[in-house]
Nanobody
Framework: QVQLVESGGGSVQAGGSLRLSCAASGLTYSRYFMAWFRQAPGKEREGVASIDSDGSTRYSYAAKGRFTISRDNAKNTLYLQMNSLSPEDTAMYYC????????????????WGQGAQVTVSS
């Protein structure tokens, strides 16, 4: 079965950086569109960034210019480099996989990881 396992979450002060990783198994990774979503307490899950098999990317307004999504198809791993973090970035971050397209819509992603907590203090 498909498994997505996030790592790299943690606590950081405002202005700091974190790098999330997502190890994928049980799917032909290189054929899938991958994405990062996040969900803060009391808020809906929102798309952060997505990437296709060739490296084309799409970012949310909040992430653009600060976050970088990348993937290593040889290692079946997805990454999210997050810089200039602010308390508003505090959320559970989820890795997701889809066969449908370069999207930031959660409804198009059938496979999800368990999440990695990111906490940014001021």
């Amino acid at each position: 079965q498909v498994q997505l396992v996030e790592s790299g979450g943690g606590s950081v002060q405002a202005g700091g950086s974190l790098r999330l990783s997502c190890a994928a198994s049980g799917l032909t990774y290189s054929r899938y569109f991958m994405a990062w979503f996040r969900q803060a307490p009391g808020k809906e899950r929102e798309g952060v960034a997505s990437i296709d098999s060739d490296g084309s990317t799409r970012y949310s307004y909040a992430a653009k210019g600060r976050f970088t999504i990348s993937r290593d198809n040889a290692k079946n791993t997805l990454y999210l480099q997050m810089n200039s973090l602010s308390p508003e970035d505090t959320a559970m971050y989820y890795c997701a996989a889809s066969g449908y397209g370069l999207s930031l819509s959660a409804s198009l992603f059938p496979y999800w990881g368990q999440g990695a907590q990111v906490t940014v203090s001021s």
